[in-house]
DNA sequence: CCCTGATTCGC
DNA sequence: GCGAATCAGG
């Protein structure tokens, strides 16, 4: 049933740029046809440009040339990172995205494993094809998965596979 | 196959 | 008005 705050909650979403689907899983009770629906109903499908939510990271892992040479030797695992809570800000109009992904994601000396931004979805939104890696602390309100593409059915991504499956002689090396 | 929004149409 | 089924597209 769509309740004055439903709805109200639905035009916001919407208008944020969320998908329909997430939308529905956020409203909880409906289908995301449903939202769809009620979207045209109340004649405020555009928005824009977006498609948006997962713009999948295609980058390519650009060898950098070596021209390096004393470097430290670190092998530790990475910190979480924070990804910067850009745009989004949506209380009457919308500015849109349109953001460089040049600044951002300074690695350090790390290893030759890149680490993911993680999508940071919650629970309900999570599908049998994202990454279902937790981040923080499960009683947090900022509590979230890592949500990146896991291919092959696996229940995590490339990344967080070999942090949770990793073999047991890599890990006693690793320590 | 996964996902997106758009439209139709019986209820 | 509602939303499942379906369509069209990425």
């Known amino acids: 049933m769509w309740t004055d705050e439903r709805v109200e909650l639905l035009k916001k979403l919407w208008t944020e740029g969320?998908?329909?689907?997430?939308?529905?899983?956020?409203?909880?009770?409906?289908?995301?046809?449903a939202v769809i629906g009620k979207v045209h109903r109340l004649k405020l499908s555009s928005r824009g440009r977006a498609t948006a939510a997962a713009p999948a990271a295609k980058k390519k892992t650009v060898a950098t040339a070596?021209?390096?040479?004393?470097?430290?030797?670190?092998?530790?695992?990475?910190q979480p990172q924070r990804i910067v809570t850009a745009?989004?800000?949506?209380?009457?109009?919308?500015?849109?995205?349109?953001?460089?992904?040049?600044?951002?994601?300074?690695m350090r000396p790390t290893s030759d494993v890149v680490?993911?931004?993680?999508?940071?979805?919650h629970l309900v939104e999570l599908?049998?094809?994202?990454?279902?890696?937790?981040n923080g602390d499960p009683l947090s309100?900022?509590?979230?998965f890592c949500?990146?593409?896991?291919?092959?059915?696996?229940?995590y991504c490339a990344y967080h596979a070999r942090v949770a499956f990793q073999p047991v002689a890599e890990r006693r090396r690793a320590r």
């Open 18 to 33: 969320l998908s329909a689907s997430q939308i529905a899983a956020q409203l909880g009770s409906v289908s995301r046809n």
């Open 66 to 78: 070596p021209v390096q040479k004393s470097v430290t030797t670190m092998r530790s695992v990475a």
């Open 87 to 106: 745009s989004v800000g949506a209380t009457a109009l919308q500015v849109q995205f349109d953001m460089e992904p040049a600044a951002q994601q300074v």
């Open 115 to 121: 680490v993911p931004i993680s999508r940071r979805l």
């Open 127 to 134: 599908s049998e094809r994202t990454c279902k890696w937790p």
């Open 141 to 144: 309100e900022e509590f979230n």
């Open 147 to 155: 949500g990146n593409d896991a291919k092959d059915s696996s229940p």
